[in-house]
Structure formats: structure tokens, C-alpha cells
């Protein structure tokens, strides 16, 4: 079953502990979650810093855990990146990474952001789920 939706996810820090240049320890729930996303469909990239020989170990270190990713570091298997003509960004829905605002929610949050997809708001220093916010009522003649 593909959705043709692209999740890219970073690797240390997020898949695993952060112990680079070695593995660290597996994220509770990651390789469920990230089983569970190809399972529905999703294209899933890992998107790392990572290159050579630690990127090597890193790809083989999630086929091993069970997951074999739709492209590594790139929009597509197989791309060619050319910086004269292309940008570094690549082609996602969503980038799950250890950095984002807020930090890293953990796995079971993850999973229900895409699921419900949830869309965030900053306020004053806070980070809101648009569908967790309470809803204002509108006043007026017929409300």
C-alpha cells in the first residue's frame, strides 16, 4: 500500500542514542514505529549527517533492526546529487529529527502527529498542537 507521502528521518539522535561516530543504543519504539509507517505505506529516506563508512554501518545497522529505507540521503533511490543544480533540502512530507523545535517528542508522539496530522504553533516561548488548542467560541447573534 503507497500513500506517495516521504517521511525523512535522521539517524542519531533520533533513530538511535547519540554516540557518533558509533551506533548508540535504539530509541525506545523506533524501529516499531518506523515498521509500522512502511507498513502503511510511507516512503521512508533517513536523512543523516552521516557519510562513508559510518553511514554505511548506520544502513546496515537499521536492515538489520528491519528496516530498508525508499533512499538514503537523497529525494529518491538513486539520485544523483549535483550541487551546481540541486539544493541539499530534500523532498519530504515531514523530517522527524532529534533537533527539532521543541526537541524530540519520542516515538509514540511521532507516530500520532502523522497519524492525526497534527500542525504546531509557537505562542509566547510554548510550542501548541493546533488540535489540542481549545477552541474559542464565537460570540455573536446565532453562536
Known amino acids: ?20 561516530p558509533a551506533i548508540g543504543k535504539a530509541k525506545i519504539f523506533a524501529f516499531e514505529t518506523l515498521k509500522r509507517l512502511q507498513a502503511e505505506g510511507y516512503r521512508l529516506i533517513l536523512w543523516t549527517y552521516r557519510h562513508g563508512k559510518t553511514l554505511d554501518e548506520a544502513v546496515e545497522f537499521c536492515k538489520n533492526n528491519g528496516i530498508e529505507f525508499y533512499a538514503v540521503n537523497s529525494s529518491f533511490e538513486g539520485e544523483v546529487f549535483d550541487s551546481e543544480n540541486q539544493s541539499r533540502k530534500l523532498d519530504a512530507d515531514w523530517f522527524i529529527d532529534d533537533r527539532n523545535l521543541g526537541g524530540f517528542p519520542g516515538w509514540g508522539e511521532i507516530y500520532n ?17 493546533y488540535s489540542k488548542l481549545k477552541k474559542e467560541k464565537k460570540k455573536g447573534l446565532f453562536w
Do not use: C, H, S, W
Not at 503507497?2 to 554516540?19: E, Y
Not at 502527529?113 to 498542537?129: D, H, M, P, T, Y
Open 1 to 20: 500500500m503507497l500513500n506517495n507521502k516521504k517521511i525523512a528521518v535522521d539517524f542519531d539522535g533520533t533513530i538511535v542514542d547519540d554516540a557518533y
Open 113 to 129: 502527529i502523522i497519524q492525526e496530522r497534527i500542525e504546531f504553533r509557537v505562542e509566547g516561548k510554548e510550542v501548541l498542537a
